[in-house]
């Protein structure tokens, strides 16, 4: 069973920056993509940004510039490095791994709350 353990959530003013962190308990090569999502309370969980191993990454348009995807293949581990943080990035950061067999593994979620 894959686990994936997120990490690096907080509280922050508006302007400032917080690093994410994903630890796969497995290799995650193994994974067709891995991603980061968030989530608000009455609102459908969307996408922040996903990146295909071997390939491209994408980014939701509300956060191209400020925050990007990366990852350490040696640590089994995905960051999501978040700068000029917005009162409207806060929200619960779910990691997400997309196995090469078609299986969908999500982390339990890392509360981010930035300040006006």
């Known amino acids: 069973q894959v686990q994936l353990v997120e990490s690096g959530g907080g509280f922050v003013q508006a302007g400032g920056s917080l690093r994410l962190s994903c630890v796969a308990s497995g290799s995650i090569f193994s994974f067709n993509a891995m991603g980061w999502y968030r989530q608000v309370p009455g609102k459908q969980r969307e996408l922040v940004a996903v990146q295909i191993t071997g390939g491209s990454t994408n980014y939701a348009d509300s956060v191209k510039g400020r925050f990007t995807i990366s990852r350490d293949n040696a640590k089994n581990t995905v960051y999501l490095q978040m700068n000029s943080l917005k009162p409207e990035d806060t929200a619960v950061y779910y990691c997400?791994?997309?196995?090469?067999?078609?299986?969908?593994?999500w982390g339990q979620g890392t509360q981010v709350t930035v300040s006006s």
């Open positions: 997400k791994a997309d196995s090469r067999r078609g299986f969908v593994y």
